[in-house]
């Protein structure tokens, strides 16, 4: 795709399937191909919403669900198959600090539009 072509890109539960050193590589393509001012959304499992809940788990003494849990780590087994395997956790701060310095800008974390917002996050940044 042309570089300064799209006026945004999304990444809906894809960061998750990349390794960590594949991240920065990805976001930089997706924001070369932005134009000035252009969008770009991902959503994807909250690491900081994950550990809470595993945290919150612990304290009351109940057990985890997978789904809100494990699965945000490693994906979701009943796909066997390799390709739906996760391969990094992401917590908002790290995620905004790997934005930041690619070049994007007025990087916001919002509620989740798609899955599952008790466990996922959604972050908004302009090229």
């Known amino acids: 795709m042309e570089s300064a072509s799209a006026d945004a890109v999304a ?13 920065a590589d990805a976001l930089t393509e997706w924001r070369r191909i932005l134009k000035p001012g ?6 994807l499992p909250c690491g900081d919403k994950v550990f809470a809940y595993v945290i919150q788990c612990i304290q009351d003494k109940e057990p985890m669900e997978s789904f809100r849990s494990l ?3 490693y994906g979701d087994p009943q796909h066997q198959d390799p390709l739906m395997c996760h391969h990094w956790l992401w917590f908002t701060v790290p995620l905004k600090l790997m934005l930041k310095s690619i070049g994007m800008r007025e990087i916001q974390v919002c509620e989740a539009r798609y899955h599952f917002p008790f466990r996922d996050f959604r972050v908004e940044c302009i090229k």
């Open 11 to 23: 990444a809906i539960h894809v960061l998750e399937h990349l390794y960590r050193w594949q991240v």
């Open 38 to 43: 252009g969008k770009m959304i991902l959503e």
């Open 71 to 73: 699965n945000a780590l």
